[in-house]
């Protein structure tokens, strides 16, 4: 047996209080919705021009985001009492995905990536709230200003680019299918749902995807996650969107 299966077994994911999820929910949470709606109101007079409110959102947005993967990073550290790989591998679920049939790792389950990300797809169809065009990365890529501003913006095109990977793969996704996902067995099977309202109400930064959030990402990444036990599946489904809009921005960039 390898150092890296040896660490893997000897890790034990604990079962959190409701308290404790709500806790950290909060603690991920919160901070967004108060750079979303307070900070980035007041950081927008640092810039100027109509791109000024979306400028300041995207930087404190980035900042929401890394302090999540933090969390996560802290959370680990004290229950584990290590950082070391194997061990943050097993206790954030960063495996592939399990069959619930046999209890094995499959690689044939990947697959599935593909029509959840197709399902994720769906959620653009949906009827959806009134929706600022400053505060909405599609709508504001979409525009004129928005358009006008990103060509040739290598700079902010660096920064929305680490907005994607937190966004997806290292803040969102990891936090809520790798740290509570795992954690809340408390639900007991109705972990997945919970989880995904959980995912939904977190978007105090913008209130009027929650709907759609819910009806749509709780069935293509906290299910499947769960299901497999594995949170690399809600990241790769989620990234999807990621990468998306990173090929909008960078053809933008070099119109």
């Not at 933090?70 to 399990?98: D, S």
């Not at 299910?223 to 690399?232: A, G």
């Amino acid at each position: 047996m390898t150092t890296s299966d040896t660490a893997t077994r000897a890790v034990h994911i604990p079962t959190w209080s409701r308290g404790t999820v709500l806790k950290v929910w909060a603690a991920a949470a919160l901070p967004m919705g108060v750079l979303a709606w307070v900070v980035a109101p007041a950081l927008a007079h640092a810039f100027s021009g109509p791109m000024a409110l979306p400028q300041a959102l995207i930087v404190c947005l980035a900042a929401g985001l890394i302090w999540q993967f933090v969390l996560v990073l802290i959370v680990v550290r004290r229950e584990q009492g290590t950082l070391r790989w194997p061990v943050v591998k097993a206790a954030l679920w960063l495996n592939a995905p399990i069959s619930p049939r046999t209890g094995r790792r499959s690689n044939r389950l990947w697959w599935m990536v593909v029509p959840l990300t197709a399902l994720l797809a769906l959620e653009e169809m949906l009827p959806s709230l009134p929706t600022p065009v400053s505060r909405d990365l599609g709508l504001l890529l979409g525009s004129d200003s928005g358009q006008a501003w990103m060509s040739g913006n290598w700079i902010w095109f660096a920064l929305l680019v680490i907005v994607f990977i937190f966004n997806t793969a290292l803040g969102e996704e990891l936090l809520f299918r790798g740290l509570l996902l795992p954690r809340m067995g408390t639900f007991g099977r109705a972990d997945w749902l919970v989880n995904g309202v959980l995912f939904a109400c977190y978007h105090l930064h913008e209130p009027w995807v929650i709907p759609q959030t819910f009806l749509v990402d709780t069935f293509a990444e906290a299910l499947p996650s769960r299901r497999w036990r594995s949170s690399l599946i809600g990241i790769a489904v989620h990234s999807s969107q990621s990468v998306f809009f990173f090929v909008i921005a960078l053809a933008l960039v070099l119109r």
